[in-house]
C-alpha cells in the first residue's frame, strides 16, 4: 500500500462520529493499572458531586435522567456524541478534584474531548458547577462580551442542543434580549429604519414580550396562535439571529464613530 505523507492524512481526515464515541467509550469504560475504570471511580464517589441533588449514586441519576450509553450503539449522530462528552467531561472533571489518582487518569479524556470538540465546531461554556458543549457562532460569541455576565450565557446557551424543541426557555431568552434592545430603538432607527421595524413587529407579534396567543389577551394574533410549534420555534431562530445582527449594528455604529474621529484626526495632522 502507498504511503501518504502525514500533511495529506490530517488534510482529508473525515471524522468518523461512531469511531470517536467508542474511543470515548473506551477511555471512560476500560480497567487501567490501578485496577478502576473511570466510570467505577464516577460511581464510587458520585455522592461528591456538586450536582448529586437526592439521587443515591450514578445509577440512579442514569435510570431517572433516563441517560443510557451503549458501549458500541448502531448509529453515533452528532447529538448523541455532544451528549456523550458532555456526560463524561462533568463527571470526570468534579471527579478530579476529588480522588488522588495520578493526574493522566484524568486529564486523558478531557484532553481527548476539547479536541474532538473542537474538530465537529463546538465549545464549552460553563454555568456554575456544569459544562455545557454548544456549537461555535462568533457573531453569538461577539454578542456575548457587550452583554452583562448573566444575559452573556443566555446568548451562547441558547445553541446548546436541550433548547432545541423548548420554545418557553427560548422565548424567555428572547425577552430578555428585546429588553436589553428597548432602550436601543431610537439608535437603530437611525441605523436602518425597516430593520428596526421588523425586528420589534416581531419581538411584539411572536408571543415573545406579549401574550400573543390567548384569544382573550389584548395582543392576540390568529396567526401566531395556529401556527405549528415547529414553525414558531423556527422564526424564535430567527429572531435570534435578528437580535444578534442588532447588537452588533450598534457596536459597529459606535465603531464608525470612532473612525470617523480618526480619520478627521489624520487629515488635520497633514
Request: charged share 30%; with cysteine.
Amino acid at each position: 500500500m502507498e504511503r501518504r505523507p502525514f500533511t495529506e492524512i490530517l488534510a482529508n481526515e473525515k471524522l468518523d462520529l461512531k469511531l470517536e464515541y467508542i474511543r470515548l467509550s473506551v477511555i471512560f469504560n476500560a480497567t487501567d493499572k490501578d485496577g478502576y475504570s473511570l466510570r467505577e471511580l464516577c460511581e464510587k464517589h458520585f455522592l461528591e458531586m456538586p450536582f448529586r441533588g437526592t439521587y443515591l449514586g450514578l445509577k440512579d441519576f442514569e435510570e431517572c435522567n433516563d441517560i443510557v450509553f451503549e458501549i458500541e450503539p448502531e448509529n453515533v449522530d452528532i447529538n448523541y456524541l455532544v451528549n456523550f462528552c458532555e456526560y463524561i467531561y462533568n463527571l470526570v472533571v468534579h471527579l478530579k478534584e476529588r480522588t488522588h489518582f495520578e493526574r493522566s487518569k484524568f486529564s486523558n479524556p478531557i484532553v481527548h474531548i476539547r479536541t474532538l470538540i473542537e474538530k465537529i465546531g463546538y465549545m464549552m461554556i460553563q454555568h456554575e458547577d456544569i459544562y455545557l458543549l454548544v456549537p461555535k457562532s462568533q457573531p453569538a460569541i461577539v454578542v456575548s462580551e457587550m452583554l452583562p455576565a448573566d444575559l452573556s450565557y443566555k446568548v451562547i446557551e441558547y445553541n446548546h442542543h436541550s433548547m432545541k424543541g423548548d420554545l418557553a426557555r427560548k422565548q424567555a431568552t428572547l425577552k430578555l434580549l428585546a429588553d436589553q434592545l428597548e432602550a436601543k430603538q431610537k439608535e437603530l432607527n437611525q441605523i436602518d429604519k425597516q430593520f428596526k421595524s421588523d425586528l420589534f413587529c416581531l419581538l411584539n407579534s411572536m408571543n415573545i414580550r406579549h401574550n400573543n396567543i390567548e384569544p382573550t389577551a389584548k395582543e392576540y394574533k390568529k396567526a401566531v396562535a395556529e401556527m405549528p410549534k415547529e414553525e414558531l420555534e423556527q422564526w424564535y431562530d430567527e429572531i435570534y439571529d435578528m437580535c444578534l445582527y442588532a447588537f452588533m449594528t450598534l457596536d459597529q455604529a459606535n465603531r464608525n464613530a470612532k473612525v470617523k474621529a480618526l480619520k478627521q484626526k489624520i487629515e488635520d495632522r497633514n
